[in-house]
């Protein structure tokens, strides 16, 4: 039997970050390119991971009391138009409908890129006296926006995403909102996808259009650059204004509510691979692992193969038992090494091995995929399955996030002077977070970004240090921000 791995190989993620990303989605089995270009298509095993991240976020989000609600994917052109700011920033991307039923529609529809529109004109006629508040909506959907440079599940014209759409009776309650969405996506991030993430108020250069305040979760991926990972906006009055969204108040006087609207997408999927994988593919954070615990039986001799098996399968059982997701490997025609190279490419958390010798001693080896080889191996007493994986799962939860956090700790650096920025951002490659001081003078955010391609990703909200000087214009800098090259 020849292991075909060696023909399978992906690229190393030093040689070319970008080509090891795409040989892990499409190896791994995560996406496929579409017909269509912009459009992805979501596999099963893809898929999987995103709905155990869904489940786990649409409970959390439940739990502040939002509700889940489903508005139509068509928009008519004329709400889009209403916020002057917002067309602006979506009519590049919109995908318009003009012909139905073999028939010039009367009024384009735009397919939705946010619905923002379609809610709030929902809401001007739900929302009347401060009783009805506070109101708040979450969608689980798709949105459009026309993308022609595609990057499987990072820039997709199609996405999957939840947007949650709130309205309240007073500008601080929305404030607070804002901010406990905020901190429900970092820990949702930081403790279910194993990612650390830094929060922070976008620049106006990157504020959601029609927003008041856009604050954001960003991540660091392994090749040093920034994702954003979820965005919470305070859009203050602007869309109650356009929309004529107005309720009585207790003393009987009109007022417009102030609202708020947040939203994480698949991109998560693209941020799980780039922050976790490594040469040998993908490494999935157990949490949100389709197969958690993966058992494979090894023997030679026809004789061992049905005791090996017998005893595997009782493995399994003590493990389904015990609430973990875990299969069996009894694929036949292939060598145990190439399992064990395919299953680490898959990102199993966990691989347990099981051969005639260690059913004789009634015990089992187990291979950890968060720990690099010749450290990863443990003998695990068979008949306490169910108390040492569950341990040992937990431990590779929290290795993978010390792990994502030690990296982009290393990977965050102050700087003072604009050249010593300007040469590390130099090159193809990420460079990290650069901690810098700016005056928040867009003229400055441009020069950075013209000349190194770092944007503005975040002004962190908790300011400990003394104000500084604008890392390019020398001006006083109140804050400090940081500055990545991003997806
Ligand atoms: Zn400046």
Redesign the pocket.
Known sequence: MADKQDERKITPRSQDFAAWYNDVVLRAELADYSPVRGCIVFRPEGFAIWETLRDELDRRIKKTGARNAYFPLFIPQSFLDKEAQHVEGFAPEVAVVTHGGGKELEEPLVVRPTSETIINYFFAQWIHSHRDLPLMINQWCNVVRWEMRTRLFLRTAEFLWQEGHTAHATRAEAERETFMILDLYRAFCEDFLAIPVLTGRKSAAERFPGADETYTVEGLMGDGRALQCGTSHFLGQNFARVFEIRYLDERNELQHPWQTSWGVSTRLLGAIVMAHGDDQGLRIPPTLAPTQVVIVPIWRKPEEREQVLAAARTALEALERAGLRARVDEREGVTPGFKFNDLEMRGVPLRIEIGPRDVAAGEAVAARRDLPAGQNKSKLKMEALAESVPTILKEIQRNLYEQAKSLRDTETRRFSDYASLRQQMEGEGGGGFADIH????P???T?IREQTRATCRAIPLDQKGAPGK??????T?AERALFAKAY
């Open positions: 700016w005056c928040g003078n003229v400055c955010e020069t604008c890392i390019v214009c020398g001006e800098a």
